[in-house]
T-cell receptor, first 111, second 116 residues
């Protein structure tokens, strides 16, 4: 079992729709969760972090954390073609004291 | 001002050569990292230094040797390059300890290494 799992996609959504990206993690001791966006040929760029159960909103982005289910999600409202990228989920603060990344979900927003 | 910078951006070399990648951060962070991202986009930690001290040393070949002359710089030297070393290598930095609670990592632009 991978430590952080994401559906590789591609997840295709029409412009203006809500994109929902999901991630599960295996280390129950993980305390911090991050979403990074990576455009093709570029470096990962931090989008959001979340530490507590529930929702955290920042502009068009909402991160959701459910520690009981070991589940993290990222919602992107009013998706734009410029949101098309790979979204990497990462979990930190667990037993290994490392930031563990998932393999990413490729999001394609169709104009 | 670039927060985390790496040189070179591209590196093309022959098998068996030795090469180095350099990283610098001007964020005042205490911890720096090297990650390898393979063709399937999987980003894996290789090494981490906190205030010039090696704190994460993953199972990587001995041909890879990191060096941190000060807390703002972290270099990666690779000996006897192999085809399988071809990947993108990212440097990152964070304020606190690696993977610690609430410790956010910021990435450099990456170095694309191609071994022929």
């Amino acid at each position: 079992q991978k430590e952080v799992e994401q559906n590789s996609g591609p997840l295709s959504v029409p412009e203006g729709a809500i994109a929902s990206l999901n991630c599960t993690y295996s280390d129950r001791g993980s305390q911090s969760f991050f979403w990074y966006r990576q455009y093709s040929g570029k470096s990962p760029e931090l989008i959001m972090f979340i530490y507590s159960n529930g929702d955290k909103e920042d502009g068009r982005f909402t991160a959701q954390l459910n520690k009981a289910s070991q589940y993290v999600s990222l919602l992107i409202r009013d998706s734009q073609p410029s949101d098309s990228a790979t979204y990497l989920c990462a979990a930190g603060g667990g037993a290994t004291n490392k930031l563990i990344f998932g393999t990413g979900t490729l999001l394609a927003v169709q104009p | 001002d670039t927060a985390v910078s790496q040189t070179p951006k591209y590196l093309v070399t022959q098998m068996g050569n030795d090469k180095s990648i350099k990283c610098e951060q001007n964020l005042g962070h205490n911890t720096m990292y090297w990650y390898k991202q393979d063709s399937k986009k999987f980003l894996k930690i290789m090494f981490s230094y906190n205030n010039k001290e090696l704190i994460i040393n993953e199972t990587v070949p001995n041909r890879f040797s990191p060096k941190s002359p000060d807390k703002a710089h972290l270099n990666l030297h690779i000996n006897s390059l192999e085809l399988g070393d071809s990947a993108v290598y990212f440097c990152a930095s964070s304020r606190g300890l690696a993977g610690g609670p609430r410790d956010t990592q910021y990435f450099g632009p990456g170095t694309r290494l191609t071994v022929l």
